[in-house]
C-alpha cells in the first residue's frame, strides 16, 4: 500500500553542522532510505531521539559512550537524514515501532543497552518488553507511557499538542530552542542545524503528526501497547537507569520517579539544571551517568 509521497532532505543540508563529524549510514526498508549513526566498537548502544529532534541530539553523548561501545543512532521515518513520508496521515505509533523493529532486526543487535528519550520511551521500551532476549539494560530518559488516560497527561504535554496543532509550518529549532533550561543556550547554528532535516512544510509532516498520535482515550492506538509495557517492565529483571531533569514541563522528575516505583531495582537520577531536551544541555554527564551505570 502507497503511502503517498516521499520527501528526502538534500544531503547539502547536513554540511558542516557544528560538533557532529560523524558519517552517514542508511538502510532501506520498504523502498525508504533510513538514517543513523554507527560509531565505536563493543556492546551496541541504541539512542532513540523524540519529538522533533533527530540523531543531532545525541552528538554531546557519543564521543564518551563510544569509548565502551558502539553507538546506534537511528532517525526514525519522518525525522533527520531519513525519507519522510509528507502526508501527516500516514505516521501512526505502529508504524513508527515495526520501522523500529526491523532495524534493530537488520542490524543483528544484541545485549543492546537502549538509551530512550520522549517518543523514544514508548517505541524503545515497548520494543525491549517483545524482545528481552535482545537486550541488556535501559536507560530511560525524560518520557512517558502514555496510555490513554488523560487525566495523567501533563498540562505541558496538553499544550505542546494544541500548538503543534495549530501551527503547520513548525519553526523545529524555535522550539529546542525555547525547550532549553535557562543556564544553556543554543547558538545559532546549533539552532540551525535541528532545522537542517525541515527545509519545507512538506518535510515537517512526520514532526507535525507526532502530538496528536499521543493516546488521550484507552483504546486510542497505541494506549494498550502501553499498558502492556508499563504491566512487563513492573516484572523486568535487568538493570535500569532512570534520569530525568529537573525543569521539565513536559515529563517532570515526578514521572521519573514513577518509573523507578514501577521497576524492580531501577536507579533514579535526578539531573539539574535542564530542561525537556537533556541530552543537548547535560549530554556529558549523562555518558559519564551512564559509563558508571554499566559494569566494564
Known amino acids: 500500500m502507497s503511502l503517498g509521497n516521499v520527501y528526502r532532505t538534500p544531503d547539502e543540508r547536513f554540511a558542516n553542522l557544528p560538533d557532529f563529524p560523524f558519517a552517514p549510514h542508511y538502510l532501506e526498508l520498504d523502498g525508504l532510505r533510513m538514517h543513523y549513526l554507527d560509531e565505536g566498537q ?5 539512542l532513540l531521539h523524540g519529538e522533533p529532534t533527530w540523531g543531532f541530539l545525541y552528538r554531546r553523548m557519543i564521543p564518551r559512550l563510544r569509548t565502551r561501545f558502539r553507538c546506534i543512532a537511528p532517525d526514525y521515518i519522518g525525522f533527520g537524514r531519513s525519507d519522510k513520508w509528507t ?12 520501522f523500529l523493529e526491523r532495524f534493530v532486526a537488520a542490524l543483528d543487535l544484541r545485549r543492546i543497552t537502549v538509551i530512550v528519550q520522549d517518543w523514544g520511551g514508548p517505541l524503545g521500551l515497548h520494543y525491549a518488553i517483545r524482545q528481552p532476549e535482545r537486550m541488556a539494560r535501559l536507560v530511560i530518559l525524560n518520557t512517558g507511557l502514555l496510555s490513554g488516560n488523560a487525566e495523567t497527561l501533563t498540562p505541558g504535554l496538553w499544550s505542546w499538542r494544541e500548538y503543534v496543532s495549530r501551527t503547520p509550518d513548525l519553526p523545529i529549532g524555535l522550539i529546542l530552542k525555547r525547550s532549553i533550561g535557562t543556564r544553556y543556550e543554543l547558538t545559532p547554528e546549533i539552532v540551525a542545524a535541528y532545522d537542517a532535516p525541515f527545509p519545507t512544510l512538506e ?11 499521543i493516546p488521550t482515550t484507552p483504546d486510542a492506538p497505541g494506549a494498550s501497547e502501553m499498558r502492556e509495557t508499563a504491566a512487563a517492565l513492573a516484572k523486568w529483571d535487568k538493570p535500569v537507569l532512570v534520569c530525568f531533569s529537573d525543569s521539565d514541563p513536559v515529563f ?22 535542564a530542561g525537556h531536551f537533556l541530552q543537548e544541555e547535560k549530554g556529558p554527564e549523562i555518558a559519564e ?7 566494564d
Open 42 to 46: 563493543g556492546e551496541p548502544i541504541l
Open 87 to 98: 502526508d501527516v496521515g500516514a505516521y501512526s505509533i505502529a508504524r513508527h515501532f515495526a
Open 203 to 213: 518535510s515537517k509532516a512526520g514532526a507535525r503528526a507526532f502530538p496528536a498520535l
Open 252 to 273: 517532570p522528575p515526578q514521572v521519573g520517579e514513577a518509573f523507578a516505583r514501577l521497576i524492580p531495582g531501577a536507579r533514579f537520577t535526578l539531573i539539574p539544571d
Open 289 to 295: 551517568e551512564i559509563l558508571r551505570f554499566v559494569p
